[in-house]
């Protein structure tokens, strides 16, 4: 079965530093997402993105990340400067069509923790 | 904006009992409205979502959600707990004012006891 791929699995970094988060969506899907869950918090929304473009941004999502899809199947999140705050797991999503009623699928993942 | 709110964050049932966990919407349009499933440092898994077709949804693992529009209730119900099911359960209400991402609650962690 198709699954949503992320790597690294746990990401340990020091402040200020850049980091690079991957994902590999399922492969006809269309449409692509990063969520955020603070320990102990919810699963926060930070970003979509159709066509090549970033179609919808959260607050969260200020000028320190940014998104990329570099070829035909990553997916990638760039924050430029680390901050401890920034400690989290980072979840990616796809979804074949950006409508309401389909699902997003989720990978398992990225732990990232700011030191 | 859509938003949920789940009531309790964590719920404690015996094997064999009845789970039942709490989402309640709020919506200006009709919701898109799913239920995911996080076990232990995985990532969260689909269990079953409403988008306006039948108001009973069944989905996997034996799970099942009705959506009542006059409660703006969404409730997840199990007629019988097994200890795997024990996991962090979230509600989750798609929200066309930002494309169509959602919008997670607080989460409820289901603990299942022998």
């Known amino acids: 079965e198709p699954e949503v791929t992320q790597t690294p699995s746990h990401q340990v970094t020091q402040m200020g530093q850049e980091v690079i988060l991957r994902c590999v969506p399922i492969s006809n899907h269309l449409y692509f997402y990063w969520y955020r869950q603070i320990l102990g918090q919810k699963v926060e929304f930070l970003v979509s993105?159709?066509?090549?473009?970033?179609?919808?941004k959260s607050e969260i999502f200020d000028d320190q990340f940014s998104v990329e899809r570099p070829d035909g199947s990553n997916f990638t999140l760039k924050i430029r400067s680390t901050k401890l705050e920034d400690s989290a797991m980072y979840f990616c999503?796809?979804?074949?069509?950006?409508?309401?009623?389909?699902?997003?699928?989720f990978g398992p993942g990225t732990r990232l923790t700011v030191l | 904006a859509q938003s949920v709110t789940q009531l309790g964050s964590h719920v404690s049932v015996s094997e064999g009992a009845l789970v039942l966990l709490r989402c309640n919407y709020s919506s200006s349009v009709p919701p898109y409205l799913f239920w995911y499933v996080q076990y232990p440092n995985q990532g969260l898994q689909l269990l079953l979502k409403y988008t306006s077709a039948a108001t009973l949804v069944k989905g996997i693992n034996g799970f099942e959600a009705e959506f009542k529009k006059s409660e703006t209730s969404f409730h997840l119900t199990k007629p019988s707990a097994h200890m795997s099911d024990a996991a962090e359960y979230f509600c989750a209400v798609s929200d066309p004012g930002s494309g169509y991402a959602l919008n997670f609650g607080k989460g409820t962690s289901l603990l299942v006891t022998p």
């Open positions: 999503a796809s979804s074949e069509l950006g409508t309401g009623r389909n699902e997003q699928f």
């Open positions: 993105f159709y066509n090549n473009e970033i179609s919808e």
